[in-house]
């Protein structure tokens, strides 16, 4: 991130009438911790914990001296991100799977942080007294901890931290300070925390109207993203050359789209709040959208051109604010649709953007790409530096480094939400994965290897009745007649969706599920998986299976460039096999593997996936390279017949570079 030479001043506005309370969420987050993945996901996160979520203590200065226990380093600008975003992954990674040296590491920080915090209740480095935003992450931290630890004094600790830091801003804000660039711009996260404290203060009995008003002040304080962005006519239809304004971080962008849906609750105008994020997420959509569900950012908005990058930073936050928006969201319908993108961030974008080791990332990563090196002065994306394509330990910028390890965490908090008032309990993402939910007083596995594979079974023990709600993912709602497609078993009874049409609503599958305490097979459910085409006017054709984004396999080779310790090293990643290749309008799609996925789930030269298709070559001319990357079409081009080839595709998730949106050939030009 660029940090603004300029202080972006914002008002404090008259706060109108005095909050009354919060709405009750229609869905309710599970805590973090009481959803833990199974196969390959645990395979997934248990690489993150034993990769650079638990070294980074020990080699990195932005954690080892950080500024947040009185070290030198995670103080570029003022700032001191570092730490706390390594936090917000750290701590439900820690909760989620069993790994010593992490759970050794984030006690650690978390309470000497706890340790050093100031008499008047300021948490972490005081060196620039309206920096409220440097602790955001931190608390969100705090959040998650605070879910997933039993009654007992660390939970009492982190409680009474959390508020006695409110009543610092609280002093700050009513002492002329204002709510400015960051702490302004992505102040909504601060907002969400401020309402998970009161939810918990309001549940034991005690008074929460001070943490109300101090929302309320922050919210009227900060950007108002919906009237002054989104949907103002300075939203950016168009990529951004080099930094414009602090407004057009893409970050901040995926940040705030969960504005409406979070400011919702304490407005009470809950279906106004999810229109104004769904508003804000089609904007970003229309204008800069990208085939694995994020959009183009290369630090500014970048635009829809498959060959323009997106941080990693950014993927993480979008999918923070989709699982936020499905779970405020006051529909079951416009929840799936928030689920959906949720779902191709987490199987294709983040994976896109991580090593099969999770030891090194790139800073941006490209739906379109055929190199990824240590330096590349020549480079198609705008504002970023020239190590910002390379795989590394902290390539172009340090935050992504820091950031990432929220992802497949709060993804997996995420694969569950319950709803105690209809007893549901909702299966939002299909991921292996064991939950314990309150309503039913259930335990429930969902066993698959999902999107690996094309079967489900939710193995359930449960003391009292409960509706269990199943989404279909996208790709299966959008079948004709699915009910026919679909095959599934109640207690080994199979139903027959198009005779029962109760068993589905709104793309949703309903399960009453009778008391029993047997651990038994309650539901299974079989499902198509066939690879299948989209095409869109500007980004040419994309081919998938099921939710996952297929990508051109280019028998990447890696050369390390750098080495830091550990596993930590920078690569360089280049091609060996041609790219320039155009996809005909029946390209011949077979699957030919299909396996149960590895102790990398997604490593490039054991992908549990593999398609082949019929491409057809295309000559330099007819797709030129463009600063080292592919460019736009040469639609004057007189294609000689093409050659046909036999390429494999893998999914998005198992490469580092790749060709994922393909020129469309008519039927003229094959
Ligand atoms: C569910 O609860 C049981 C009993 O308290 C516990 O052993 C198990 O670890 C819990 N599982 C999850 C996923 O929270
Ligand atoms: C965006 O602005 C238009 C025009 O003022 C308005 O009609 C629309 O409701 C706004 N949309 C949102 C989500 O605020
Ligand atoms: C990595 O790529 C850069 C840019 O092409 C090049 O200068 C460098 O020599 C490469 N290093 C190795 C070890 O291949
Ligand atoms: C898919 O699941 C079925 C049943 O659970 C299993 O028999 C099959 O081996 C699995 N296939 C793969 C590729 O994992
Ligand atoms: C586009 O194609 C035309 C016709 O083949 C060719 O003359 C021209 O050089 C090409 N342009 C580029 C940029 O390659």
Partial sequence: MAWPSFCLLLGLASTGESATGLASPRWRRIPT?????????????????????????????????????GGNYDSTANIHQNTPYWLN??????????????????????????????????????????DFYSRYPFLLAMVQYHEGLPDGEKRERIL???????????????????????SSLRAPEFIFVIHYFVDFLTASGRDAQDFLDLAEKVYYGSFDWNSMW?????????????????????????????????????????????????????????????????????????GRMPSRGMELCAVVESMWSMALAAQLAPTDGQAAEALDFLESLAFNALPGSLSDDLWSHPYLQFVNSYLAVSNQPQHIWAS?????????????????????????PKFTSSLFFEDPVEEQLISAVWAPSVVNASVGQARVELRTSYPFNTSLEYWIQNLKPFLLKVRLPKFLRSLANFEQSLHCWLEGRPVHLLKEPQFVKDGFLLFHISASESNRLAVRIEFP???????????????????????????EQHRSVHYYGFASSDWNITASLPWRLGMPSDPKLTVTKMAKPGEKPMSNRDCPVRVEASLKELAEEDWPEE???????NRSFHPK?????????????CSSIRIAAFPALSLSEE
């Fill in 384 to 408: 970023d530096g020239p190590q910002a394509a390379m795989y590394g330990l902290s390539p172009n910028f340090e935050c992504c480094t820091a950031n990432f390890h929220q992802g497949y």
């Fill in 160 to 182: 009474q931290a959390v508020l006695r830091f409110f009543a610092a801003v609280r002093e700050r804000i009513d002492s002329g300070l204002l709510v400015t660039i960051y």
């Fill in 529 to 555: 998986m066939a690879p299948r085409l989209e095409r869109s006017a500007d980004q040419g054709v994309s081919a998938f299976l099921g939710p996952l984004l297929l990508a051109l396999d280019l028998a």
């Fill in 89 to 130: 992954g750290a701590v439900p990674l820690h909760l989620q799977v069993d790994n010593p040296v992490l759970a050794a590491v984030v006690e650690d920080y978390v309470f000497r942080i706890l340790d050093r915090q100031a008499a008047d209740g300021w948490l972490g480095p005081d060196t620039d007294r309206s």
């Fill in 230 to 302: 989104f949907n103002s006519s300075f939203f950016p239809r168009t990529p951004l050359p080099k930094f414009v304004s602090s407004e057009s971080n893409g970050v901040s962008n995926a940040q705030a789209v969960k504005r409406g849906v979070v400011w919702g609750r304490q407005s009470g105008g809950t279906a106004a709040g999810f229109a104004e994020s769904w508003f804000a997420w089609e904007q970003l959509q229309r204008f800069h959208g990208q085939v694995h569900g994020g959009f183009g950012t290369d630090e500014q908005l970048a």
């Fill in 641 to 653: 017949p093409p050659k046909a080839v036999r390429r494999s595709l893998l999914p998005y998730g």
């Fill in 627 to 633: 600063h080292g990357a592919p460019g736009r079409l």
């Fill in 33 to 69: 911790g009481s959803v833990r993945p199974g196969g390959w996901l645990k395979a997934q996160l248990e690489l993150q914990a034993s990769a650079l979520t638990s070294h980074l203590p020990f080699f990195w200065d932005n954690i080892k001296e950080t500024s947040w226990l």
